[in-house]
């Protein structure tokens, strides 16, 4: 989503935390419209990087407890 959001993807356009006062006195220009599709991007990615961490850390714990778990007989 991030990638698409990055290349101002029309499907999205629903999604722009769009404010009428500030889009007004930017003239409705389009850099506020990019500058929203921008920042969007930029929390899908950083949201995306804590899945992936959140994943390693859960991975590194299930290896160390399988580990811990190891019985011999």
Not at 35 to 41: D, H, R
């Amino acid at each position: 989503m991030g990638i698409f959001l990055r290349v101002n993807s029309p499907a999205f356009v629903e999604d722009l935390p769009i404010d009428e006062k500030k889009w007004e006195e930017a003239n409705h220009s389009a850099e506020y419209i990019d500058g929203l599709y921008a920042q969007l991007s930029t929390n899908c990615f950083i949201a995306s990087g804590m899945y992936v961490g959140t994943l390693v850390i859960s991975v590194v714990m299930w290896k160390v407890n399988q580990r811990a778990n190891y019985n011999m007989s």
